[in-house]
């Protein structure tokens, strides 16, 4: 009797475990931090940022510019982690604003 009781409160225990879940993780949002763009000349802009990926699997992140005029960005991508990355900017042209 005693193993029958035995056997049903493993049944009941393997049971209750199986049908819990596990909770979900907390989601954690990627950030970009920037700051303004270092060492400007007449021709070249040191663009700097640092990314924390957070929850996602992000994994190829950059930058984007264009003349206020243009529609399309100039792009540099860089591939990674969490980071602090930055990029050269050159041959930009003189008296112009970019965004």
């Known amino acids: 009797m005693k193993t029958r009781h035995f056997f049903l409160f493993i049944s009941f225990l393997l049971f209750f475990v199986a049908a819990c879940k596990k909770p979900e993780k907390e989601y954690k949002p990627p950030k970009v931090y920037t700051i ?30 264009r003349k206020i005029s243009d529609t399309i960005y100039n792009k540099k991508n860089v591939q990674g982690n969490n980071l602090d990355f930055s990029f050269m900017a050159n041959n930009l042209d003189e008296d112009t604003i970019y965004a």
């Open 36 to 65: 303004q763009p270092l060492r400007i000349t007449t021709t070249r802009a040191l663009f700097r940022a640092t990314y924390i990926k957070g929850s996602d699997k992000i994994t190829l992140f950059g930058f984007e510019w």
